[in-house]
């Protein structure tokens, strides 16, 4: 069975510094990763995605993944921190092959100081 | 372009009734997938439908269900409703194989069981 793990609920972090969001993963197949991001009472967005291909992912608004299989990990980062950037993140694994199932990770909730 | 409409937003029920929320997806898309949000136990898969056939289900009780129609809107049930029913349903739809675990997400439907 997959399984997403984010180590830690919430994260706070100053204006302009790095963004750090980590996430483990488990898969018994090469796995789709995934980072999506929740704003409070809003359904979720994607961020970015893992296929196949290239491993360092970018994705919108300036954060970017790098998807490192021996590590089993998909750690999303962003060098400089920005006030909207205050949200929860959500990393999720996917089988791929024609399900659209997705687990999610527990999420992570990022502050962001002025 | 319109996104996934869910309605209604917000609902109070008390245990034992029943509900049903329902979920139009973005035009095109034929896959719509479900998902309850708790805090305690944070997001779990609930189904998923293509062109009116469910693909996939989760690990929920009998109590749930789900349905899709020719036009590819999306209906969930939960019946004899229990406490811990209470949640933010969320509904996604996507392209399915085409972009797999792409999911455009709606607002959610807030439960919350009296």
């Known amino acids: 069975a997959q399984s997403v793990t984010q180590l830690g609920s919430h994260v706070s972090v100053s204006e302009g510094a790095l963004v750090l969001l980590r996430c483990n993963y488990s898969?018994?197949?090469?796995?789709?990763l995934f980072w999506y991001v929740q704003y409070p009472n809003q359904g979720l967005q994607l961020l970015l995605k893992?296929?196949?291909?290239?491993?360092l992912v970018k994705g919108i608004n300036g954060f970017e993944a790098e998807f490192k299989k021996s590590e089993t990990s998909f750690h999303l980062t962003k060098p400089s921190a920005h006030m909207s950037d205050a949200a929860e993140y959500f990393c999720a694994v996917s089988e791929g092959g024609g399900s659209e199932k997705l687990v999610f990770g527990k999420g992570m909730k990022l502050t962001v100081n002025p | 372009k319109a996104g996934v409409t869910q309605t209604p937003r917000y609902l109070i029920k008390t245990r034992g009734q029943q509900v049903t929320l329902s979920c139009s997806p973005i035009?095109?898309?034929?896959?719509v997938s479900w998902y309850q949000q708790t805090p305690g136990q944070g997001l779990q898969f609930l189904f998923e439908?293509?062109?009116?056939?469910?693909?996939n289900k989760g690990n929920f009780p009998g109590r749930f269900s789900g349905r899709q129609f020719s036009n590819s809107r999306s209906e969930m049930n939960v019946s004899t409703l229990e406490l811990g029913d209470s949640a933010l349903y969320l509904c996604?739809?996507?392209?399915?194989?085409?972009?797999?675990?792409?999911?455009?997400f709606g607002e959610g439907s807030r439960l919350t069981v009296l």
């Open positions: 893992y296929t196949t291909g290239a491993t």
């Open positions: 996604a739809s996507s392209l399915g194989l085409v972009r797999p675990g792409e999911l455009f």
């Open positions: 898969s018994s197949v090469p796995p789709y």
């Open positions: 035009s095109g898309h034929r896959s």
């Open positions: 439908y293509f062109s009116e056939t469910q693909r």
